[in-house]
């Protein structure tokens, strides 16, 4: 049942209009004033407001301007006396849906409640309809014909159904947060939102207030009540990204409300159930952060009831041809044009060069030169040679005779050229490391961990 907020200070005026609209079996809740219709909002979310302009303390106009900082996709319908149409106006100018003039007719009440409820849900829909193609848009990005692709594909397809956590390892542009979207599509939560943590981004002093909400005056600047970024995922799923760069102040909270299915605002007492699916992806191996003490061992195992490794591009070539037709197609219609296809020798290139910026790389290559392409095929493909080819020449190929792994070789080579790039970037950034994580197109504590790792 859908809840309408009416907001006057006239008794009389509050008890007529809450028996017309209960009489349309619409639910009804009540306040006098702005402040205490601004605390219903918050703690009863109604689907609409009947708020008259003139009210004591806080008059109408200024009402409304707060209520569109809590939704700006409340529908709110503004009571005025004839006299008043001027501030009625300007109403409507700051977000109000419609206006009322009283004394008001009763069927013209409930016709203007029936039309904002309908541009309420309308736009729900348009957004959800939204959302969903923007998924559907990214899922077919996951594509390929390897065996590897097939594998996470059945595997996706396994694990969708079931409400086990899941942790999705690959390294930085592998496709970690398409796949976690393929899950949630192939769920029974596919109608439910799927919401995305980068807990690389979020400063450590917000993970909290981000994840979990709080209350008014919780905090400093805390001035009104928010819902964390677990109830916004509620009945659906919850990604978090970079998992690696979570708080370990907080991993044991996180750990509290995972498995007790509860939540607690800062600044409150009150739990409030939650039933969200989480998922959780990194670029680095989980189990290596256990041991190394960065991360909380009856966390990971929480976290750990299923494993996805999606490998890089490097290691499965036989999709870089499919991949690039796929972005070939994309770009053109992005720009376009019609580039009919590539060519053997800028084939050739593309299935010769490492992509340690895996498939984002591979996208990005190919995007770029459609651009650029004036002709209808692609004949050359601008890619760097400088970055890997002097030293696999050297001490790499040197290794294999020395019975080391072609695994150990490549995580040698990556961690070689992961160095080259970061300094580059950090030179021309002059060192500013937000400049530099910028240009690298990664988060900041990403950032921080590899030039630690990396001995920069």
């Known amino acids: 049942m859908d809840k309408i907020l009416i907001v006057d200070d006239d008794k009389d005026i509050l008890r007529l209009l809450s028996d017309i609209i209960k009489s349309e079996e619409y639910g009804v809740i009540t306040a006098s004033d702005g402040r205490k219709a601004l605390k219903e909002i918050m703690s009863h979310s109604p689907a609409l407001v009947l708020l008259d302009i003139k009210l004591p303390e806080m008059d109408g106009l ?29 109403a409507m100018k700051l977000g109000a849906f419609d206006y009322i003039t009283k004394p008001f007719d009763n069927e013209e009440i409930m016709l203007n409640i029936k039309k904002a409820l309908e541009s309420r849900y309308l736009h729900i829909e348009v ?71 980068d807990c690389g981004t979020l400063p450590e ?21 928010k819902e964390g970024k677990f109830e916004s995922a509620n009945g659906g799923t919850l990604f978090l990204d970079e998992i690696t760069n979570f708080p370990q102040s907080l991993q044991a909270k996180l750990l509290r409300v995972i498995q007790e299915h509860k939540v607690q605002h800062l600044g409150s ?27 909380r061992d009856d966390l990971y195992h929480r976290l750990n009831e299923f494993n996805i490794n999606l490998p890089p591009l490097r290691e499965r070539k036989e999709d870089i041809l499919v991949l690039a037709k796929y972005f070939l197609e994309e770009a053109n219609l992005e720009f ?52 890997t080819s002097n030293f696999i020449k050297t001490e790499f190929l040197a290794d294999l005779d020395k019975g080391v792994s072609l695994r150990e070789i490549t995580v040698k080579i990556t961690e070689r050229v992961e160095k080259e790039i970061i300094k580059r970037a950090l030179a021309e950034a002059k060192n500013n490391k937000t400049k530099a994580a910028k240009i690298l197109n990664i988060d900041r ?10 001995g920069l």
């Open 127 to 197: 957004e959800d309809l939204r959302r969903r193609l923007e998924e559907k848009t990214a899922i077919t990005q996951f594509v390929g014909e390897s065996p590897q692709i097939k594998q996470i594909h059945n595997q996706v397809k396994l694990i969708a159904p079931t409400n086990m956590t899941v942790i999705i390892q690959g390294e930085s542009g592998t496709g970690k947060e398409l796949i976690a979207r393929m899950i949630h599509q192939e769920s029974s939560r596919l109608d439910k939102p799927f919401i995305t943590v």
């Open 336 to 387: 376009n044009k019609k580039i009919e296809g590539i060519l053997g020798e800028a084939m050739k290139s593309l299935l010769k060069y490492p992509w340690f910026g895996n498939v984002r790389e591979l996208r990005n290559t190919i995007k770029r030169t459609v651009l650029l392409t004036d002709s209808n095929y692609i004949r050359e493909i601008s890619l760097p040679t400088d970055v």
């Open 445 to 454: 504590m990403t950032l921080y961990s590899k030039i630690k790792s990396l």
């Open 205 to 225: 002093n917000l993970v909290e207030s981000e994840l979990f909400g709080y209350e008014r005056g919780a905090f400093t600047g805390a001035d009104k009540r």
């Open 62 to 90: 200024k009402v409304l301007e707060e209520i569109k900082k809590i939704d700006k996709n409340l529908p709110v319908i503004m009571l005025t006396a004839y006299g008043h149409i001027k501030d009625a106006v300007q």
């Open 269 to 295: 007492t009150k739990e409030i159930k939650i039933d969200v699916r989480i998922i959780t992806a990194t670029n680095t191996i989980l189990s290596d952060e256990v041991k190394k003490g960065r991360f």
